[in-house]
């Protein structure tokens, strides 16, 4: 069973910096991309950055600049760093993993992580 475990999440004023990582934990082969989403109160949740096994990198308009994601393809771990930090970037911070591929024969699967909050004070 493969679980993503985030870390890094809290309380910060703005313009202040966060590092978030998410670790992969159980058996697989390979992962193609990795990403993280965010989800504000009242909000749908969103596409902040990604990343593929390959290092191309996607971001939302919004952080461009500001939060760089990076990935350690040998430990099946990503990170997003995060500067100069708004208010508007408070939300539950969430890792995805897209087309993991747990068995040779068997289909690729997304996985979620359960969610760091992230809150950024005026």
């Known amino acids: 069973q493969v679980q993503l475990v985030e870390s890094g999440g809290g309380l910060v004023q703005a313009g202040g910096s966060l590092r978030l990582s998410c670790a992969t934990s159980?058996?697989?082969?390979?992962?193609?991309?990795m990403g993280w989403y965010r989800q504000a109160p009242g909000k749908q949740r969103e596409l902040v950055a990604r990343i593929t096994s390959g290092g191309t990198t996607q971001y939302a308009d919004s952080v461009k600049g500001r939060f760089t994601i990076s990935r350690d393809n040998a430990k099946n771990t990503v990170y997003l760093q995060m500067n100069s930090l708004k208010p508007e970037d408070t939300a539950v911070y969430y890792c995805n993993a897209r087309g993991v591929v747990v068995t040779a024969t068997g289909p690729a699967y997304d996985y979620w992580g359960q969610g760091t909050q992230v809150s950024v004070s005026s």
């Open positions: 159980g058996r697989l082969i390979s992962i193609n991309a």
